[in-house]
């Protein structure tokens, strides 16, 4: 985080707290937000069109996503994350890349999703849940919660930011460019 422009932190914040996609988090718009006063709540109902599984979903915020969609207001009126005003088109971009290197982790923007997952495991969230929060095909699974389902979901999401201060960066496979293969990534503590 230490490497990175501002913007880029919000960007990572977020994906860490609420396990969107990098194509949701840069698509996400201001009319997809939808207030839950009797929860008082927040939370980003993705349409099917922009989602992997074609299907609609719903992205809780906890605590620190809400802080960080508070902190977006007013400075676009149709998407939430820009740079310079502009919509943003990808998120491992040079800012990215750059940070990443001087951080010395050679992570993808994907393996922030993967930590999400993780961080929930390690607060306790069933596998079912996790599965759902973080969008997987589910038959089973519908997106038009009762307040009561939408309270747990919440609760759930919210059990990450009270987690020890280090956490585990989950990463994918890093590709060995001198053997052409493929191997995998320690994972690296963050504090």
């Known amino acids: 985080m230490e490497q990175c422009p501002d913007h880029l932190k919000q960007l990572i914040l977020f ?8 194509g949701e988090i840069t698509a996400l718009r201001w009319d997809w937000l939808v207030v839950v006063p009797e929860l008082d709540a927040e939370v980003f109902v993705l349409p099917p069109t922009i989602t992997k599984n074609g299907e609609e979903r719903i992205i809780p915020l906890n605590s620190v996503a809400r802080r960080i969609v508070g902190e977006r207001r007013g ?7 820009t740079w310079k005003g502009n919509p943003l088109s990808r998120l491992s971009n040079s800012a990215w890349k750059k940070a990443t290197r001087r951080a010395d982790l050679p992570i993808r923007f994907h393996d922030l999703r ?7 495991r390690a ?9 759902t929060l973080l969008g997987h095909t589910n038959g089973e699974i519908t997106t038009h919660y ?40 320690e994972n690296a503590v963050l504090h």
């Open 123 to 131: 607060a306790g969230v069933s596998n079912e849940d996790r599965k």
């Open 75 to 81: 400075t676009s009126p149709d998407v939430v994350f």
């Open 146 to 185: 009762s307040a009561a389902e939408l309270e747990a979901t919440l609760k759930q999401v919210e059990s990450i930011t009270t987690l020890a201060a280090s956490t585990v960066l989950r990463t994918g496979w890093a590709r060995d460019r001198q053997n052409r293969g493929k191997l995998p990534r």
């Open 114 to 120: 993967h930590t999400f997952g993780h961080r929930l």
């Open 15 to 22: 994906a860490l707290h609420t396990g969107a996609r990098a």
